[in-house]
């Protein structure tokens, strides 16, 4: 998966789609991202207790990666994501990620 945790986004398809948000949690299993107050759904919660009300949650659900672009902190524009591969100065190879439009370094 290319997006990570902390990322800048900007969602491209669905009911949210033109909004930007920073990614909280991510599943690479599924190859879902999770957004706060992104895609929301309400859910009916029981009481737990003797004399406690029931409620009604705001919950957000994880979505498919795909719908999502990565905002490139140097142009500020949404990018896809390239890789190179560079030696550090261990001589070990690194795999670092890039912006396609101004060729940045992404962390």
Known sequence: MKLKKGDKVKIIKGKDAGKTGTI???????????IEGFNTYKKNRKPRKEGEKGQIVVL??????????LICPKCGKPTRIGFIIETDKNNKK?????C????????
């Open 94 to 98: 690194v795999k670092i990620r890039i």
């Open 100 to 107: 396609h439009k101004c060729k940045a370094k992404l962390n």
């Open 24 to 34: 909280s949690r991510t599943f690479p299993k599924n190859n879902t991202i999770l």
């Open 60 to 69: 957000s659900r994880p979505f498919c990666s795909s719908k999502a672009m």
